[in-house]
């Protein structure tokens, strides 16, 4: 079949600007019509229906904030991580199936024990200041990702890069590496260039220095009012099929236009209203709400976990029998409830999202007990000795329910509980400082992809300052695994010891949840919700 | 009467320097207090404890208290107002980008609501006791009661979206022209017009209640003045003063509080500066906000005071 990228390439043309569009379009069109006839083929969505596709026009996105910072090496913020899509990329990225792909490598090669990974970059990617991608910049931008992050401090601990040539990336690991391919998927792993990322004062990279090879380049911000993302003209895609955030990539909208309406009812308004094409940040009761609007549709693709966490370092959750405890008294039904209509959310006891292909129940079995005479039984004989707990929170609704329902259920096995509903700005300060007077902490994730990414299970971290060398063993075991059954294997195991040592109390999935006027065409959001090879429908 | 005007306003602005400088030094104080600072913002949750620290000795915050507010009014005297920590622009380019919106929106709100509160509270007045009278007391209850953020959300149901006449939000700026931007502020206006009319509308009402039943005007009824010539030309000048004391308290009001139209109408004016400001510990932008603030009220009082001067003869300045 013909495909016009394969036709550019021989023709010596990478540069994809209108007219090349309009070819496609039309194929792309023929594309999806033909696979939409097929039998089963989990690619077509059919509640979105294609139709043909429409070069040109605005995209309105309507988001709750203003971005901190552009620079998502520092933040894991869905705010940032909008931008971080659609204007950069990494040497990954995760298709719909959540395996990585890849994006500004073309070929690669993995010794046999997996110690050294080979890179080839694709030729003739530039950056959105024209600058050609090389082998420098893919270093600089590794580098980086080792230093900020929780999955780049785990991934590339051990490891020597350096670079052959302007093409060639080698990765050298003293153990093998069977998660380095996800980890480069990550969403904090973007390549940015060399020149970027040279004499950077501490924090993240200045936002004029956020520089990347995606689709969509930043045309302005002007704070308080909008950002303004318009197509990179001289952006080349990937020669395979769009799925998830992996393959080809067709920036169909002239611009994005990213508006910051922080009040939910007024963001659904303003989407219902037709002003906007999407709504993000919604969440629990909206969907009900976005449903019953006719030229919205809710779109509910991936799921969040919420949970609390405990303060190790403080009594009475410095003792593990203690939390053991309070997990087997756990009722974790009337976390779901709290949240509304049962099609909002979801009881698995996975660390990962249930969405996630190694998502599983293993070592499981004191999750959603509910057992609160045997956790009495065991509170007394772990010595608990009558210390009142406080739960920190932030404000919002969903995990604010979950801490009050916490305080709830403590109350009931015995131990006198108080919430505290803070500013997120307080909440993180309070959280960073384990002995400023908090013994949980409400959390919420949202689309995990990876276990590395749980920042709550390592030693040195500022969430639970749990410090197990079984749990860090078995996440190196988990990094060095290779092969599904090897990978979903180390998985359960941090599972096991992460339901043994409780560094966590895991409560409901909830989905996420984001609206979509019938005017935006061709939205997926499998894995992300992103604008490309989205258009705004005529008429 | 000029001179003294003069001198007046002079004395009153030296006696507002210490008040501004006050203000400002508590939210400092209050700022510095309070758990988190811009770095905790700025560097991430990812961050270690040392990257955090790195990020806050770059931008002095590891500082003792009096030297950062020392190096701020210093920098402030020379006529720098700093740096914003999180945004990408200066303090002044910040304050000037986002005091359009909310001037603009708190002089067509209290246009609205001086249009709404003067006649309402004057013949409210005229006819104390009568329906009239109690049909606005209870619009005056109505509207100091019902929160402005509900009266915003219904004004965008009904007008944008079930009669879909107006945006649900943003700001349309000058330099589109005037009709544009009134008709962005037209429903946020109205939302806190209404609100500011309700507070407005007792005062003057009590106000105007008073000079219908004093002496001179019962005189002037009885020597047969027709009840405009009455009004308008003895009713309404000493009845004001009360009045124009409440326009200046709300006018200071609506330039620092109309934070919650702003959000719901989603208008990039000072109010969600300010939030933004607070929730990202941005010292230099709250301190330069705080001053800008501080200085509306204290000349928005002096020019009040004025007013009063001139619409009633019997104050002298």
Redesign the interface.
Known sequence: MFTPHSAQRELGMKAVTRRRLGATAAVLAAALTLSACSAASPEVDPEVDAGTPVVGGVINIAVSD?P??LDAT????DITALYRNHMTEGLFALDAGFEPQPMLVDTYEINDDATQFVFTLRDGVTFHDGTALDSSDVLASLERFRE???VGRSALSDVEMSAPDAQTVVLEFPEPQGNLLYALSDL?APIYPSESLKDL????V???KVIGTGPYKLER?????EVILSRFDDYSPVDTESSGLAGEKVAYADELRI?????V??RI??V??G?FQIGMQLGGDDAQLVDSIPNLTAVRKRLGKLMLIPNTTVPPFDNPDIRQAVLIGLNIEAFGQVLGVQENWNIYPSILPSDQPLASDAGAENFNRGDVEEAKRLLAEAGYDGTPVTIITASSSATLSQAVIMQEQLEGMGIPTTVEPL????L???R?DPS?GWNMAGGQVAGQTDILQS?YLPC?N?QSYICDERIDAALTAFSQAIGPEARQAAYNRIQELTYEVVPVFLTTEFRTLVAVDDSLAGFRGDVEPVLWNSWVAAG | MGNNVLAYTARRLIAGIPVVFVVVFLTFALVYLTPGDAATVIAGEDATQEQIEAVRVSLGLDQPFLVQFAAWGGRLLSGDLGHSLVLPMSVGDALLARAEPTIMLALFAQFIAILIAIPLGVIAGRFSGRFFDRAVNMFAVAGIAVPTFVIGIGLIMLFSITLAIAPTGGYATLSEGLPATLGSLLLPAIALGVAQAAFMVRITRTSMHAVFRSDFVRAATMRGFSQQRLVFRHVIRPGLGPTISAIGISFATLISGSIVVEIVFNLPGLGRLLITAVQNRDIPVLQGLLLVITLCYVLINIITDVIQAIVNPRIAL
């Open positions: 203003e901190t910072t520092v933040t894991r913020s900020n992050g929780t904090q004062e501490p924090g993240p200045p936002n004029e911000w002007t704070p308080g009012v508006v910051a309406v922080p009040n009812a007024s308004s303003a219902e209203s002003e500013e997120l700005t307080v993180q300060a309070r960073g400023s920042v040195d500022r």
